[in-house]
Structure formats: structure tokens, C-alpha cells
């Protein structure tokens, strides 16, 4: 579990990024964090893996302190960043200096991974491509088994195959023990793979909710005419009228649209606060 | 009812002090680290190495042909310690060049300590050793192949043989070389983690305008004082020209030997504190 309490942080003590953010992450989920580009995404993953320290308030993630880095703490989480390292080594080099700091490494799962994600062993790993080496991280930080799984932007750099196989992976290995935080801004990219939606924005936690909680407070419809406009959070243009996002009045069913869902609620933070208060 | 709660309490005590210790430092898990950080990058552990000795050698080499042999050992000797360690110690935290890199080393599931340990290891014992064990085989080898191009039955065999000796360990120079090995690989591995990028420019950089800055004030001051000043070395002497003779005006021993026992031994264990202080709270 990962509880935030009141959680104030800035690269500048006179500009912070978060000011008294609080947060809880149950395992059994995989989260989705949404945020514009320099909404403090990653400061935040920075935060829960221990890179980056509070200036106030508290993290505890599984019972530890991230500030301290302490191994018992490291062996439980694996943190992939936007761009990953790699040294000139070959895979089963990388697995023999690596995997054993990670007592729930499985060497069988870490090669079906590998397979999976359709990296090839072709010599050094500092020679292939960018994708393929975001790719073999993956899958090692997959077979480390930690309780906790940070992602940072995990489909840049991955073509179109690989992002599907991404996501197919990442929804099969996932168990109820675990809590899988990926931070993005390709929102389509998680579509069907996460179960709760986080978006920040100003600093702000604007939403977490679970995608069930999602339709069944916000309705995500295609309409011909605009009606009701303070019930609507967010509306568009589209070939069939108006895609809208309104409150779900009449406990319709619909599929929640991501894109459509971080517009709504970045652009009407108040209304949509008002509507998941209850 | 209160000898079973102060049992639990000193249960819990040892589980939590048993816990704080194996998050410090565990043997197994400092061996792992030791041997991934020799064999991470293995070019630029012994590639580097290898470069150091090969220019000591031609240094020695060099300086035997066309100076003297006492120039030679004594000049290798340095630059192979202290300067070799340096150019190494820059390698140990060599990590946070790139975001990628330092988060993936800061995030490796181990101690702060023990990453500081493994740069210790590697900065302050592991390399003075194998640089020790290299010189004596290169000066020993030089130092015979002059004995054996001497003729036995030529003039002066004996004085020109033994003008010519294996470079002891426990001379002047290498006296003054170890604190100095221990200063300035201290430096370099608490400035390496302070500056993510091209960390041993910066440092030394840093060190020649410190070195500068010190001799430059302390010969400022010293020519404020005495007349015809010679030269003056910081916390131990100046040398002021008398007529044509140059006479020498050294600190007192009750203010020069704390001195340089601090230097010695209190700065380089500051150094290192520091170092693994910065380790424990650097933010990446």
C-alpha cells in the first residue's frame, strides 16, 4: 500500500509543485496517473521510489519510509523512468549482476517476458535500439515480482505492436497483491488495462477514482445538440454532433473515454471535485 | 504481567535494531554490489586502469632517460597513486550523468552504506594495492635491467650500482603520497556526487583553483611580513633570501604537527563522511 499524507513538495522551497497531497493506493489495482506535461508526474513516482525527498508531510509505501532507501524497501518496488539505462552488457550478463539483489526474481518468467515483448538477444544491449531496451527492462522489472511496479511513460519509444503487447503482458501478470502505478500522457495507451484513474493538475489531486466509479458518476455520450450545458464537464465536436462528458443522471452505461475524461476534469476541477465527493 | 511486556518491548527492540542493521550493511549483498559495480563497466574499471599503468610506465621510461631514476620513481610514484586514484574515484559514483542512470543506481536494492563502502573499496584500498603491486614489478624490472647493463669489471661498478635502488614504500615521497591519496579521492568521490556531469573536470578544477588560491594567499600574506621573500609553502615554512643565502623560517612544531595530523588524517575521514553523507541524501 502507498499513503501519501499532506505530501508538500517543490524543486524550490518558494514554488511548490504539491502542496498537502494526500493519497492512498490499495494493492489490487492498477492506476493510471494522468497529468499535463509538467503536472509533477514523475516528481511524484520520484517521491514513492525515494529519489526524490517531501520537503513536508509523509510517504509510506508498504510500511517504509522511501527517503531511506533502505534495500528491504528497494527489493519490493521497481521504478522503469522515461528513459532507461543499460550498460554494455549482454541480457544473460545484465541477469547475473542484476536479478540477484531481487529475491523474488524468476529467470523462466524474465525469458517468456523477453519472448513476449519479442526482444532479441543480439549482443550487447547498449547496441539495440531504444524501444528494445525499454522493452528488456520491462521485462526484467516484470520477473523482479516487487509488490510494486512504478511506470514513467512506459510506451514512449514503442511502436504500435509493442505497446499492444505491453499491455497485454502487464494485464497478465498483474495480481491482487500489487499496485501498478503507470504515469502517462498518452492516455489511449492505457485504455483497458487500468482499474483507477488519478489526475493531477496545479499541484492538485483532481481525481482517483476507480473506471467503475467513473461511469457510474459521469455519462460519455455522442449527442446532436447541446442541452443541459451546466451538467456537462466537457463537450466536443465530433462527425455525429457533440461528444460530451456529463453527470450521470440517469445511471446510463457507458464506456469511459480517458481523453475526454482528463479534458473534463481538468477543465471543470470544481464540478468534477463536486461530483466524486459522494 | 510487566516482566512479559518489557520481553516484548525487548523483543521488538532487537527485531527493530536486527532490521536497521541488515538495511545498513550485509555481507552477501556487498559482494553482489562489488562485483556488479567491477563488471558494469568493465572498460572503464580496468580499461582505465590499464591506461594509468601504460602511462606510468612510459613516464618512468621517459624520465629515467632523459632525467634521473630517483626523478623517475619518484614522479611515477605520485602521479601512478595519487593521481591514478583520482581519475578511478571518479568512476566509482560515475552513475548520474543521465537521469536514467542515476535513478537506476540510486533505486538498486542497496544501502547507501554499502554503495559508499564499494567506492572506499575500490577508491581507497583495492586500487593503491594492485598500483603498488604493478610499480614494484615495473621499478624492480627497470631497476635490474640498469644492474645488468652495468659492467662488473668496469669503473665505479660498485658506486653506480648502487646509486640505483627499488624504490622503498616507506620513503619521503610515498609518506606524502598516502594522506594525499586519501585527500584527494575523498574530494573527488564527495564532488562526483555533487556534480552530475563531467564530475572530474569540475573537480579538478576545483582542486588547482583551491591549491592556488591557498599558496597565492599564503605568499600574500608571508610577503606582508617578511622582506625578501623566497618562497612560502602553506602551514609549514618560508623562505626569505639573506644576502645570497636563503634561509628558511619554519612553523613551530607545537602548530605544525596538529596541523598536519589534521591534514593527514582529520580531512580525509571528513572527506569521506562527507561523501557518504551527500550518498545518503542525494536527491536525483
Not at chain 1, 517476458?113 to 519479442?118: F, G, N, V
Amino acid at each position: 500500500m502507498i499513503e501519501v499524507q499532506n505530501l508538500s513538495f517543490g524543486y524550490k522551497r518558494k514554488k511548490l509543485l504539491y502542496k498537502n497531497l494526500s493519497l492512498k493506493l490499495e494493492a489490487g489495482s492498477i492506476y493510471g496517473l494522468l497529468g499535463k506535461n509538467g503536472a509533477g508526474k514523475s516528481t511524484l513516482l520520484k517521491n514513492f521510489i525515494g529519489l526524490l525527498f517531501p520537503k513536508d508531510g509523509k510517504i509510506a509505501v508498504n510500511g517504509f519510509d522511501p527517503k531511506k532507501r533502505w534495500p528491504a524497501f528497494l527489493e519490493t518496488i521497481y521504478f522503469i523512468p522515461e528513459e532507461v539505462y543499460v550498460p554494455a552488457l549482454t541480457i544473460e550478463g545484465y541477469k547475473n549482476l542484476f536479478s540477484p539483489f531481487y529475491p523474488a526474481f524468476n529467470e523462466k518468467q524474465f525469458y517468456s517476458y523477453l519472448d513476449q515483448l519479442d526482444v532479441k538477444d543480439k549482443g550487447k544491449l547498449n547496441s539495440l535500439s531504444f524501444g528494445q531496451q525499454k522493452k528488456f527492462i520491462i521485462a526484467f522489472a516484470l520477473a523482479c515480482n516487487t509488490k510494486v511496479l512504478l511506470l514513467d511513460e512506459p510506451t514512449n519509444g514503442l511502436d504500435i505492436p509493442s505497446k499492444i503487447k505491453f499491455r497485454k503482458l502487464i494485464a497478465s501478470i498483474f495480481t491482487d497483491d500489487k499496485i501498478i502505478f503507470i504515469s502517462t500522457h498518452q492516455i489511449r495507451d492505457l485504455d483497458n488495462l487500468i482499474d483507477r484513474v488519478i489526475i493531477v493538475d496545479n499541484g492538485e489531486l483532481l481525481l482517483n477514482a476507480s473506471i467503475n466509479d467513473i461511469s457510474e458518476k459521469l455519462c460519455f455520450k455522442t449527442v446532436s445538440e447541446l442541452s443541459n450545458l451546466d451538467e456537462i464537464l466537457y463537450s466536443e465536436e465530433s462527425l455525429k454532433g457533440f461528444s460530451i462528458v456529463t453527470k450521470n443522471i440517469n445511471t446510463e452505461d457507458s464506456k469511459v473515454n480517458l481523453e475526454h475524461l482528463f479534458n473534463a476534469i481538468t477543465e471543470k476541477p470544481v464540478l468534477a471535485k463536486a461530483i466524486f465527493k459522494n | 504481567m510487566r516482566l512479559r511486556r518489557n520481553q516484548c518491548l525487548q523483543k521488538q527492540f532487537l527485531k527493530t535494531k536486527k532490521s536497521v542493521m541488515n538495511n545498513t550493511f550485509n555481507a552477501k549483498r556487498f559482494v553482489l554490489l562489488f562485483k556488479k559495480t567491477l563488471l558494469e563497466k568493465p572498460m572503464q574499471m580496468f580499461g582505465f586502469t590499464g591506461l594509468i599503468f601504460l602511462f606510468i610506465l612510459m613516464l618512468y621510461y621517459l624520465m629515467k632517460t632523459f632525467a634521473t631514476f630517483q626523478a623517475a620513481q619518484n614522479l611515477s610514484f605520485l602521479w601512478g597513486l595519487v593521481g591514478g586514484d583520482f581519475i578511478l574515484a571518479s568512476f566509482v559514483f560515475n552513475y548520474f550523468s543521465s537521469n536514467a542512470s542515476g535513478s537506476s543506481y540510486l533505486t538498486l536494492p542497496v544501502s547507501n552504506f554499502e554503495k559508499w563502502l564499494c567506492g572506499v573499496v575500490i577508491a581507497g584500498i583495492l586500487y593503491p594495492l594492485v598500483f603498488l603491486l604493478f610499480y614494484r614489478i615495473m621499478d624492480a624490472g627497470f631497476v635490474a635491467a640498469y644492474h645488468n647493463s652495468l659492467d662488473p669489471n668496469g669503473p665505479f661498478y660498485n658506486i653506480r650500482y648502487d646509486t640505483v635502488y627499488i624504490f622503498p614504500f616507506d620513503g619521503r615521497i610515498p609518506r606524502l603520497s598516502y594522506p594525499m591519496l586519501l585527500v584527494f579521492s575523498g574530494i573527488m568521490l564527495m564532488g562526483s556526487l555533487y556534480f552530475n556531469k563531467v564530475a572530474l573536470v569540475k573537480v579538478a578544477l576545483f582542486i588547482t583553483i583551491l591549491c592556488f588560491g591557498i599558496y597565492g594567499l599564503n605568499y600574500l600574506f608571508a610577503s606582508f611580513m617578511f622582506e625578501n621573500l623566497d618562497d612560502a609553502f602553506p602551514f609549514q615554512h618560508v623562505a626569505i633570501l639573506v644576502g645570497k643565502e636563503v634561509g628558511s623560517v619554519e612553523l613551530p612544531k607545537n602548530v605544525h604537527d596538529p596541523i598536519w595530523y589534521f591534514i593527514n588524517w582529520a580531512l580525509p575521514v571528513i572527506l569521506w563522511g562527507v561523501a557518504l553523507i551527500r550518498l545518503q541524501e542525494k536527491e536525483f
